[in-house]
């Protein structure tokens, strides 16, 4: 069964880079069916499209985080990552990795558990 | 596109059945609207697809419908496990958007 496990630092200080990894099990990243997406929450809040990559490296943003995110992926470790430069503390909250389903679905049918990032000095 | 959920919360009891809608600024293809529900701590699950086709393993007393800007999710009979937040989400345009989420509590 595919998991997805988010990793990386819980705290980035103001004005840095966030960086997180999703590496995805149980299944093969570069499969033509999926999407491969980064979702965020901050606390008490909704859900916020980030961006997502397919597996050809093609990428597609939320644009007003465009200018400040890069998603890539690494198929030979059967992960994707996700950086967010310039972070404030607008940028706190729980980010979930996520496989959009495209043949069928269209939609983010399996999720990582998340992870939290607090932006402080 | 910006999606509305109304209301922003529900108190209901167990058995009860609750209608949760989700208004689209402009159309949306019923092949790009999803359901998910979140409970607290947890990831968000796919409830619904498609506008009305239940994902793997979720009970029939899930149910989508609705087209163009209007789309609704049913639960015909709450159950203790079905009180959480509930979102919409629409992937046929960009940025794909999700509804701000109709909360359900337990009255």
């Known amino acids: 069964q595919l998991q997805l496990l988010e990793s990386g630092p819980g705290l980035v200080k103001p004005s840095e880079t966030l960086s997180l990894t999703c590496t995805v099990s149980?299944?093969?990243?570069?499969?033509?069916?999926?999407?491969w997406g980064w979702i965020r929450q901050a606390p008490g809040k909704g859900l916020e499209w980030i961006g997502s990559?397919?597996?050809?490296?093609?990428?597609y943003f939320n644009p007003p985080l465009t200018s400040r995110v890069t998603i890539t992926i690494d198929k030979s470790k059967n992960q994707f990552s996700l950086k967010l430069n310039s972070v404030t503390a607008a940028d706190t909250g729980v980010y979930f990795c996520?496989?959009?389903?495209?043949?069928?679905?269209?939609?983010?049918?399996?999720w990582g558990q998340g992870t939290m990032v607090t932006v402080s000095s | 596109i910006v999606l509305t959920q109304s209301p922003g919360t529900l108190s209901l009891s167990p058995g009860e059945r609750v209608a949760l809608s989700c208004r689209a600024s402009?159309?949306?293809?019923?092949?790009?609207l999803a359901w998910y529900q979140q409970r607290p701590g947890q990831a968000p699950r796919l409830l619904i697809y498609?506008?009305?086709n239940r994902a793997a393993g979720i009970p029939d007393r899930f149910s989508g419908t609705g087209s163009g800007t209007d789309f609704t999710l049913t639960i015909s009979r709450l159950e203790p496990e079905d009180f959480a937040v509930y979102y919409c989400?629409?992937?046929?345009?960009?940025?794909?958007?999700f509804g701000q989420g109709t909360k359900v509590e337990i009255k």
């Open positions: 990559i397919y597996y050809s490296g093609s990428t």
């Open positions: 989400h629409q992937y046929a345009t960009s940025p794909y958007s």
């Open positions: 498609g506008a009305a």
């Open positions: 996520a496989r959009l389903e495209w043949d069928e679905l269209r939609a983010f049918d399996i």
């Open positions: 402009h159309s949306v293809s019923t092949r790009f």
């Open positions: 149980g299944g093969s990243i570069s499969s033509p069916t999926y999407y």
